[in-house]
């Protein structure tokens, strides 16, 4: 079956997010929700969640899950607060407790944290089969930009998250914690496996000064002319590429706060006895 398909593109965080929708029962999934944050200030606003949300009202919709395609380092999740105004069930891979195990010791955070993934309403296995509506989904392990990247297969379009970007950028860089330049690769030619014509919904477009923003391209047009990683790129070449580019590459201004909350599954830090939620900066660590 064919789903409905509307993009959000954030022009600050250049996060594209998505409503994946099933026409014949009104049910949808959120996709790599957005909550706005000003790093000079603190603040957080719901401007980027509230078009998501005003888009499913307007569409009479139903929200059955809110999925994380990983826990993002250039942005904070929306997902509580598209929960909170539309229900549904938060998810992200299973692997997301390597993730929260790293960042737990980075950031010492509070003994209450548990690893375990308990944060998130479920867990995603490879290849576990799920339905939005009448529309099935398969969710699938791609590894490498980091250890816990999920892809999600619904109908004859996946959301491939921070692995490949529009053909004319490339792919993702696989330097944080738990990121592997050759796991990349081989997620990726995972990816490029499926049928030529299905389409490819990505995460995040840096686009050059030619083009607006893109986000849809296709498995043919990947591995026709994307320039890291097209038909006739082996995989050593590719990892020399990627290491080579990675240590050229500055750290996401929003990953200390992002990654701090969104392994909580978007939720933010438990306030102190202020009332007030604090965020850590890992001096001379990072």
């Not at 200030?41 to 998501?52: F, H, K, L, M, Y």
């Not at 014509?197 to 026709?224: F, L, N």
């Not at 290491?243 to 201004?253: F, N, Q």
Request: aromatic share 8%.
């Amino acid at each position: 079956m064919t789903a409905h398909i509307q993009a959000f593109f954030d022009p600050k965080t250049y996060t594209v997010s998505y409503v994946v929708a099933d026409p014949a029962t009104s049910r949808a999934a959120v996709i790599d929700p957005v909550l706005d944050f000003d790093f000079k200030s603190g603040r957080t606003t719901t401007d980027s969640a509230d078009r998501v949300l005003d888009f499913i009202r307007q569409q009479g919709l139903q929200v059955d899950w809110i999925i994380e395609t990983h826990a993002h380092a250039d942005h904070i999740s929306g997902a509580r607060h598209i929960q909170k105004q539309a229900g549904g069930r938060i998810a992200i891979g299973a692997h997301i407790r390597d993730v929260q195990a790293v960042f737990k010791k980075l950031f010492n955070l509070e003994r209450s944290f548990l690893p375990d993934g308990s944060q998130f309403d479920h867990l995603f296995a490879d290849g576990e089969v799920f339905c939005i509506g009448n529309l099935e989904a398969k969710a699938l392990l791609v590894p490498g930009h980091t250890p816990a990247d999920m892809a999600y297969l619904i109908g004859d379009a996946v959301f491939v998250g921070d692995t490949l970007f529009m053909p004319d950028v490339g792919t993702a860089r696989a330097d944080f914690p738990g990121g592997d330049a050759r796991q990349l690769y081989q997620s990726i030619r995972r990816l490029l496996d499926l049928p030529s014509q299905t389409a490819i919904y990505v995460c995040h477009d840096y686009p050059p000064a030619s083009r607006q923003a893109q986000w849809k391209t296709t498995v043919g047009e990947q591995r026709a002319s994307n320039i890291h990683v097209r038909d006739g790129i082996g995989e050593d070449e590719f990892v020399r590429m990627r290491k080579a580019r990675d240590a050229t590459l500055e750290v996401p201004t929003l990953i200390l706060p992002s990654i701090q909350i969104n392994v909580r599954g978007g939720q933010m830090p438990p306030p102190d006895d202020n009332g007030v939620s604090y965020l850590r900066i890992p001096v001379n660590a990072v």
